[in-house]
């Protein structure tokens, strides 16, 4: 058994300095015109979200910019397309609605698609006849502009959409004094929370020997069910949940609400970026079969249940496994916007693309996290920017292939399934306490 632990701290040790060295010089910049989908990609908040205006403009999108309160240079842009025979005051349509950068630094990946789909859109190659498309650009702009995945208030927004009269009886079950949820978490603090900026080989070794050791004492599933599931009361940690919703969720839930609450079908995509096989792409979400009549196979990267759950030890879709540990408190993700809005018919699809191994977007998140909260120097924050972005953005030319095409592929099946009636969606639940998340 020792041998065993040794191994797997030597394996994680090496693997997490080989990759600090890969970091300096496996990126391939962006190589546009010469490869076609470099041209939808940016590798900053704001040429990403330039790009996203023009093609918006060049598709004859209708333009909403959302600014956001804490950095009015900030914002949530959102590009409406509307069938032709679709007046204003008449929106009970099919609504497909995607959304990037939930996770702030995530976010390359998801513009980069709404990028490709607003480009189709302009040159008439990709039809929307009969439904709106709503296209969400950078839900988590303060995290998409500083290289975070957490927002201005360092609170996860995929484990915050939750309604104001919920967050008591969050906090008084999971954070009272002793409450299990964050005993949990803070058994793992000194592995989530280094207290000074990360030095560079020493403490990825460290936090390689400090991952096996907590494992090891307190179990893989506790430290999983911490993760997955998020906290609510350390306020400068992982995955903190806040304590009230945050402007981003408030001002696209009044968007969504004012313009599109009527809608009679909606597919709901939100876009992520960690875990996985690298540039393969795992449906996520509740509704399983729902989603495989709007998904067929091919989508999922082979047949049956082990595609989809592609880059995953859990089954999607309500399967009680021990592998799934932790899942049953999940809650606040974006996978609550149907029932907060109050669709009738409507399906929520998170699309994760594959980056790094685990053990590495955790170490990424680590990284920032500490250099965010006590680096004193521009080169403590400069690391920890690039530690995230590597983490969840793949500066190579395949991955972004893979990206833009799969992406596409995805939106336009669920184009294809808002179509057809026949293709019956789910109703959502009332309970808005719940929701999955990655």
């Known amino acids: 058994m020792g041998c065993s632990w040794m191994w797997v701290t030597a394996t994680v040790g090496v693997l997490a300095v080989l990759y600090a060295v890969q970091d300096k010089v496996a990126h391939q910049p962006l190589a546009c015109p010469h490869v076609a989908a470099d041209c939808h990609f940016s590798d900053s908040y704001e040429t990403a979200r330039a790009l996203f205006r023009a093609r918006a403009a060049s598709a004859g999108a209708e333009l909403v910019t959302l600014p956001l309160p804490a950095d009015p240079t900030l914002s949530i842009d959102i590009a409406v397309l509307k069938p032709k025979n679709v007046r204003e005051e008449h929106q009970t349509t099919p609504v497909l609605v995607h959304v990037s950068g939930t996770h702030g630094v995530e976010g390359h990946a998801g513009s980069a698609i709404q990028s490709a789909v607003l480009e189709k859109f302009a040159a008439g190659n990709m039809s929307w006849a009969t439904a709106t498309v709503v296209l969400v650009h950078a839900l988590n702009p303060f995290g998409f502009h500083h290289g975070r995945r957490w927002n201005e208030n360092n609170v996860d927004l995929n484990r915050n959409l939750l309604p104001d009269d919920v967050f008591p009886g969050v906090l008084s079950k999971l954070v009272t004094t002793g409450g299990e949820l964050i005993k949990d978490y803070r058994n793992f603090k000194p592995l989530f929370q280094p207290p000074r900026p990360w ?51 408030a001002m696209l839930t009044k968007f969504l609400k004012q313009r599109f609450a009527s809608a009679s079908r909606v597919v709901f995509i939100d876009v992520h970026t960690g875990l996985g096989p690298q540039g393969v792409d795992t449906l996520i979400t509740d509704e399983r079969q729902a989603a495989l009549r709007f998904f067929d196979n091919t989508t999922l990267h082979g047949a049956g249940d082990g595609a989809w759950k592609s880059g995953y030890d859990f089954e999607i879709g309500g399967v009680d496994t021990d592998a799934g540990a932790g899942y049953e408190l999940a809650r606040g993700s974006t996978s609550n916007y149907p029932s907060v809005i109050g669709w009738k018919s409507a399906l929520h699809v998170t699309q994760e693309f594959g980056t790094v191994p685990g053990p590495l977007v955790l170490r990424g998140l680590v990284i920032e996290n500490s ?37 596409l592929a995805v939106f336009g099946q669920a184009i294809r399934g808002l179509a057809d009636p026949a293709i019956e969606l789910p109703s959502p639940a009332d309970d808005t306490s719940g929701g999955r998340f990655v």
Request: no cysteine; proline share 1%; glycine share 12%.
């Open 199 to 249: 030095i560079p080989v020493l403490d990825d070794i460290r936090f390689a020997f400090n991952a096996v050791y907590n494992i090891a004492v307190h179990g893989y599933d506790q430290m999983k069910s911490v993760v997955v599931t998020g906290q609510y009361a350390e306020g400068a940690g992982l995955f903190f949940g806040g304590l009230k919703v945050q402007d981003s969720h």
């Open 371 to 407: 250099a965010w909260h006590h680096g004193t120097n521009q080169d403590e924050k400069v690391h920890g920017v690039s530690a995230a972005r590597n983490a969840f953005y793949v500066r190579r030319r395949e991955w972004r292939r893979r990206v833009a095409g799969r992406g």
